[in-house]
C-alpha cells in the first residue's frame, strides 16, 4: 500500500512539472544547463561533474560569463606526453583577475574557477581585506605525474590538468598575501586565506592547504575530484 501511495505521489509530481504547475529554479534542477551566476547549491557540483564528457555543454557555460569578463581559448584534444592525453581543455588567460600565468586547465576546471571566484573570492576580498582581488599568482595546473611525485600510485588530477595550485593574491589596493607568510597570521591576511579555502570547497571537488599537510604549507590544492573534501 505504501509503496502504490510513493508511486502515485511521483506520478503526480511528474504531471505537475511538465504542465509547468511546479517549477524548480535552474540552480536546483539537476537537468538545467549551468549558468555562472546562479546561486551554489550541493547541485552544482553534480552539474559541473556532468560536463567532463560533454565539451559543448561545458563550453555553452563558459560562455554564460557576461561578455569582457573572461578570456580563455578552447584548446584540440591533445597529449603533451604519451602517458597524459588531456581532452576537453581550455587555456585560461584571465577573468576578473589577472594570473600569474596563463594555465591549461579542464573546461570544467575553469568553470569551477570562475563560479569560485564570482561567488566567494571577490566577495571575501571586498569584506575581509576591503579590496578586490586583482591577480592570483599560481604555480600551474598541468603536471604528468602521480600524487606527490612518486614513482609509483595512481596518478595527480594534476596529470589531467583538473587542478590549479594557487600559492597567493594580489589585491587592486596594491595589498599582497601568499600562503607561506600569511597562512598564520593574525590579522586580516590569515582571515581571508581561511574564507578564501572555505569558499572554494563549494565548488571544487576536493580543496587541501596548509591543514592538510607539509606538502600543501605553501598553496591551496583545487581540484575536481571528489565531493567536498575540505582540508
Excluded at 7 to 33: D, F, N, S, T, Y
Excluded at 51 to 60: F, K, T, V
Excluded at 81 to 103: D, E, G, H, K, Y
Amino acid at each position: 500500500m505504501r509503496s502504490t501511495v510513493i508511486i502515485l505521489c511521483l506520478i503526480a509530481l511528474g504531471v505537475a512539472l511538465q504542465k509547468g504547475i511546479i517549477e524548480i529554479p535552474r540552480h536546483w534542477a539537476p537537468w538545467a544547463p549551468l549558468h555562472v551566476d546562479d546561486p551554489i547549491t550541493p547541485i552544482t557540483q553534480l552539474k559541473l561533474k556532468r560536463l567532463n564528457d560533454d565539451r559543448d555543454a561545458c563550453l555553452a557555460a563558459l560562455d554564460t560569463v557576461p561578455e569582457g569578463e573572461l578570456r580563455y581559448t578552447p584548446l584540440a584534444d591533445y597529449s603533451p606526453t604519451a602517458s597524459c592525453p588531456l581532452s576537453n581543455i581550455v587555456r585560461m588567460q584571465s577573468s576578473s583577475v589577472r594570473f600569474s600565468q596563463s594555465f591549461v586547465a579542464s573546461c570544467p576546471l575553469a568553470i569551477a574557477w570562475v563560479m569560485y571566484e564570482r561567488h566567494a573570492l571577490q566577495p571575501a576580498a571586498q569584506e575581509i581585506m576591503g579590496s578586490r582581488v586583482s591577480q592570483v599568482n599560481h604555480v600551474g595546473s598541468f603536471a604528468c605525474r602521480n600524487v606527490y611525485g612518486r614513482e609509483t600510485g595512481r596518478r595527480s588530477e594534476h596529470a589531467t590538468a583538473e587542478a590549479l595550485d594557487v600559492v597567493g593574491f594580489q589585491f587592486e589596493n596594491g595589498q599582497q598575501i601568499s600562503l607561506i607568510n600569511d597562512w598564520d597570521d593574525a590579522g586580516n591576511a590569515g582571515k581571508f586565506l581561511r574564507a578564501a579555502r572555505d569558499g572554494a570547497c563549494d565548488t571544487f571537488g576536493n580543496v587541501l592547504g596548509p591543514e592538510y599537510n607539509a606538502a600543501h604549507a605553501d598553496h591551496f590544492h583545487l581540484g575536481m575530484r571528489g565531493f567536498r573534501l575540505c582540508r
